[in-house]
Nanobody
Framework: QVELVETGGGQVETGGSLRLSCAASGRTDKIFGMAWFRQTPGNERECVGVIDRSGGSTWYPDTVKGRFTISRDNAQNTMSLQMNSLKPEDTAVYYC??????????????????WGQGTQVTVSS
């Protein structure tokens, strides 16, 4: 089994930055592509970044492109999300996700097999 734990959430003012981290443990050899998602009450989870197994390929939706950067360190079994120029609409619970099937999964949540418990990010105006 794989366990994912997110850290780094918190409250920041508009225009500020936060860095989220995701630590993986357990059968980390089963982890291929990874991603960050976010969710607000009453809405589906939205993918905000995908990274392939090697860390060499990434994908972002237009809503965060140029502001968010996803990275991973396979030696440390960690993944990060650097979030800059934050906006109030970035407020959400952010989740770390990992796939045991796809090297570069897409943004659909059903492509991921392991999920963290989530961390709250609040951007005040």
């Amino acid at each position: 089994q794989v366990e994912l734990v997110e850290t780094g959430g918190g409250q920041v003012e508009t225009g500020g930055s936060l860095r989220l981290s995701c630590a993986a443990s357990g059968r980390t050899d089963k982890i291929f592509g990874m991603a960050w998602f976010r969710q607000t009450p009453g809405n589906e989870r939205e993918c905000v970044g995908v990274i392939d197994r090697s860390g060499g390929s990434t994908w972002y939706p237009d809503t965060v492109k140029g502001r968010f950067t996803i990275s991973r360190d396979n030696a440390q079994n960690t993944m990060s999300l650097q979030m800059n120029s934050l906006k109030p609409e970035d407020t959400a619970v952010y989740y770390c996700a990992a796939s045991n099937r796809w090297h570069l999964p897409g943004p659909a949540s059903n492509l991921y097999d392991y999920w963290g418990q989530g961390t709250q990010v609040t951007v005040s105006s």
